[in-house]
């Protein structure tokens, strides 16, 4: 479960803010003054094992910047370890020292005396938290301006998908400036509760911080930088919107600065990168593609500047970018900070996060160093703008539950049908991937309208690629009920007839088929045929290994037929069954939606010896109802009750993805419903992802 904990990380909790660590090893506990400098993030150490044991105790995680003072001969072992990223000598003896510094990848270089060394850690550690960053791309195959959204593959989705997040992000006309500003600063005082140094620097930003001077702000040495990018880097979505404050008025000074430096010459900058070796082949095989760098990224005007960044790293990379073409890239501005910055001879030009580069060549300059050529890329905004404008306009299309559900029952549908005729699970997986063959994304956009979805399905009946016969059948069934939904009813019928020509006697699909028939001749008012197909639903159903809940269903379809013909003693017996079945499951089979609710919130008021999972189960349900009930601020308010339960009371794993995945997917279809789409992408994603965490394992 320790995955699926950390998407319900809550920031109540320190985040590990500092990248790196110093760790001054010197035996001779002589420990000059000017540490001071480092008190923030500073360790010392006497011996060998103690300061051995420290620097294992990390992960990748962290950086461990390493002093040795006289001790020389542990430079071997410790430029052999994964947490130690750059190491500084004081020997004061280096007359009869001999070794090759090309041995040692790590080594920075060898001092006399502990002063300069100290100067050139406080010059590296400043540069070291803007450059020395790991860059998080998403491939993405070039968009040709006629494509439409049908044709996007995984990768290329979910990039456009991070570009609509960063949009609401930071344009958002009503957003309450004071109340993210408070937010912010409560988290920074919380990340740094036992830094009283780092607190007084909040307590100056708090006061002094202004669009005027953020990028002052954030080009020092602060808590700033390093709290907003290291949010970037770990797409933390919660600790993002938490410095929602600073990255607004990021993105507004650069979109300013950038419009007011258009005839500027600066068409090529730089950027000097550590780089794993996975990263560098990801970005060889992705030669004349697409990346969109999801930090804000630091450059220089001045290739010696960013080649001092990888002095003596394992694999170092220039990235030379071309900028020409896009200066008025006003979706991802980037602008030159010089007059902002604590060191303005390095001729800065900052991008801000989301920006989009094309990958020209991947060039091997020497043993340790390579030439990446990118070239900044206007020609991908036109289709991020396309692509936010369709999710905006489905999230405002979606007007009530019922038209919701609309829109879903063909997914729902698929995925149980696809499980009986094919033998397995159809995952989410399967949709991010196409696996079927079928454009889930383009379907989902005309979900709702039946006779756009009918042409489609067709189509693919007609498709010689699509010719799996037990998907064949499942289109046919999908067709029918898309039939009945525009009351052609004979259609459905006759497409329900077909399917069932195809199956055997025995089949369970008949069962579903069946009551499909008979919803058909119930919505025709033919009360007694409609009764003869749930009957014979009834008893296929019951022959096999369903989900209870589908026959609680059917009893309630018999029962409200014998209760319209006044034949209560049979409608008692289905009430009953139903019941008895309902007493297992969170949502009730009843349709009576104020009878649920009147049956939950009795649960509630009797609940004082039941668990707070249980409780969670209960509020869950009576959300849920509300939202039926189209009263969706009641609805939130009880969701977001059992989402925080639910946290502090994890289900076991086998219930964890069905639970929060349809939890989330609940609370980011009612901010839909509230046209709050920045909180319902949100809840969309923390959906997605849980849904791909268990579909990967």
Known sequence: MARFKLLLTKLDEIQNHDDFRVVWFSSDNNFPHELAHFVDYLEKYESFETCDNYVKEFQSERMIILVLIELFEYLSYFNSLLQIQSIYIVQRNLQNMEYEKQKYSKLVNIFTDERTLIERLRHDILLTYRHDLRITSSCLDEIKTEQSLMSLNTHSYTLLWNQTFMHHLVNDPDIDMNRLKKNMIEQCQLEYSNDQVELNKIKEFDEKCTYDNVLYWYTKDSFVYRLVNKAFRKRNIDLICKFRYVIILLYKKLKELSIKQQKENYSTVYRGQKLGRNDLEKLQSNVGHLISINTLMSTSRDENIARGFIFGVEVGVIFEINTISASDNILHPFADISQFSLIRSEGEILFFAGAVFRINSVQKEKDFTWIIKLTLCNETVEQIEQFMDGIKEQLASITCWDHFVMKTDDLILFKKYYKILIGKKFSWKDIMTNVTGIHFYYLFSIFGDYEKVIEYYRELLHDEKFVDDQLRILLIILIGYNYFHVFEFDNALFHYDIALSSLDDNHILRGEIY????????????????????????????????????????????????????NYEDAVIYQEQADTIDENYRQR?????????????????NQSGHSQFQRANTLYSMGQCFMKKNDYSQALKLLLQAKELFENHLPSHDEFEYIFSTLFLNIALVYALLKDNFHALIMLKKASDIFMIFNTD
């Open 515 to 566: 009551i499909h028939i008979g919803d058909v001749w119930r919505t025709r008012d033919n009360v007694e045929t409609a009764l003869s197909y749930y009957k014979k639903a009834l008893e296929i159903v019951m022959s096999r290994d369903v989900d209870n809940r589908d026959v609680a269903r059917l009893c309630r379809k018999i029962f409200d037929i014998y209760l319209e013909q006044n």
């Open 589 to 605: 089979s009843e349709f009576d939606i104020e009878t649920s609710l009147k049956y939950f919130q009795n649960q509630l008021d």
